[in-house]
């Protein structure tokens, strides 16, 4: 089945820096989304990302299908970006969603 | 909020009991997917229904079992509960929209098992 690595692990950030996360498949993958799970725990959609580039605000991800990676980048960084980002894919449709491990951030003011 | 909702938010159960959680899902979608996320991991596979049927299963025993129903809300159960199974239980809808299976998770259900 589908691994996925998500790096860093963990990120410490001041308030207004960027940042990059990265999101690794070990197979192609026709169904990839972000998330950020909030401290109660609710999984936020973010992008559906399954090639090519979207921007939302300060957020923004590109998947490079061809090459099994995606990332997510946040720029100008808030307090209220901490918490905990997953990226997630999918064979292809409707199959379940594999989660990578997560990247904790934490925005400091 | 994404329109799906689960029931109970928290549950503190006894091992050996059993627990049935239940998620309404999003107007208009057809396919609820279960997942279970241990505290510090990333969500996991547990089941998949898709218009009333089991559509597709992840490694989890066949103590975990759910239904579907004709509005597309869901059910899962589980039983004889083990201290492992303390985890939370995440719900997610989707349907093809175009091209997209974009899946919507619900708020939880914090499962305690003591």
């Known amino acids: 089945g589908i691994q996925v690595e998500q790096s860093p692990p963990d990120l410490i950030l001041q308030e207004g820096a960027n940042s990059t996360l990265r999101c690794n498949f070990s197979?192609?993958?026709?169904?990839l989304q972000w998330f950020h799970q909030n401290p109660w725990g609710q999984l936020i959609n973010l992008f559906y990302?399954?090639?090519g580039t979207k921007q939302n605000g300060r957020l923004s991800a590109t998947t490079v299908a061809t090459e099994r990676y995606s990332l997510l980048y946040i720029s100008s960084s808030q307090t209220t970006d901490s918490g905990v980002y997953f990226c997630?894919?999918?064979?292809?449709?409707?199959?379940?969603?594999?989660f990578g491990k997560g990247t904790r951030l934490s925005v400091i003011a | 909020e994404t329109g799906v909702t689960q029931s109970p938010t928290h549950l503190i159960k006894t091992r050996g009991q059993q627990v049935t959680l239940r998620c309404s899902s999003q107007?208009?979608?057809?396919?609820v997917s279960w997942y279970q996320q241990a505290l510090g991991q990333g969500p996991q596979f547990i089941f998949q229904?898709?218009?009333?049927?089991?559509?597709g299963r992840g490694n989890f025993p066949p103590r975990f079992s759910g239904l579907q129903f004709p509005n597309y809300s869901s059910e899962l159960n589980v039983n004889a509960l083990e201290l492992d199974d303390s985890a939370l239980y995440l719900c997610?809808?989707?349907?093809?929209?175009?091209?997209?299976?974009?899946?919507?998770f619900g708020p939880g259900t914090r499962l305690t098992v003591t």
């Open positions: 997610a809808s989707s349907s093809k929209t175009g091209n997209s299976y974009e899946q919507y």
């Open positions: 197979d192609s993958v026709n169904n």
């Open positions: 990302i399954p090639s």
């Open positions: 997630a894919g999918g064979y292809s449709g409707n199959t379940p969603l594999v």
């Open positions: 107007s208009g979608h057809n396919t």
């Open positions: 229904y898709y218009r009333e049927e089991e559509n």
